[in-house]
């Protein structure tokens, strides 16, 4: 069964001094403040939209290795999973990186990294970020 998560926005003024609102619908976790500053330059308390992906990616990835590896028999005890998001002004998203640690055990290092590096290839999130740069660095703690 397919699901549908939704979050809106609210956007004031125009991009360098406006700024907006980040309402997450489906969770009621909250709301986030936006700007360009804080996209561009410093957060200053505030998201942008390369941090929601990183957010994405990061969970998305940890599901699908989380997954892959209980496949495999090798369930995982613990993964800490951590994404940043390249943003240039002008070019937009420039690459994203993957870090992951995982404390799994009856695994070696090279199954860890190839499980890790199948889990980038088919997380639904980087299928949705096909065309950009995914890099990964993978380690068993």
């Known amino acids: 069964m397919a699901t549908t998560r939704s ?3 609210v956007w ?3 991009l360098l001094q406006g700024n907006g609102v980040v309402t997450f619908d489906s969770s009621g976790i909250g709301e986030q403040q ?3 500053p804080s996209r561009a330059e410093q957060a200053n308390g505030r998201t942008s939209p390369e941090e929601l ?3 994405a990616h990061s969970s ?5 290795l989380s997954h892959g590896l209980a496949n495999a028999g090798t369930p995982p005890t613990k993964l800490v999973t951590s994404a940043d998001v390249t943003f240039q002004p002008g070019e937009g998203i420039t690459g994203i990186h993957l870090t992951v640690e995982g404390t799994v055990d009856g695994l070696d290092e090279d199954a860890f990294v190839a499980a890790a590096e199948d889990a980038k290839k088919n997380c ?3 299928q949705a970020l096909a065309g950009t740069t995914i890099t990964l660095s993978a ?3």
């Open 139 to 141: 380690k068993l703690a």
């Open 60 to 64: 998305c990835f940890s599901m699908a």
């Open 34 to 36: 936006v700007s360009w």
């Open 7 to 9: 979050a809106h926005t």
């Open 12 to 14: 004031e003024g125009n």
């Open 124 to 126: 639904p999130v980087s």
């Open 53 to 55: 992906i990183a957010a």
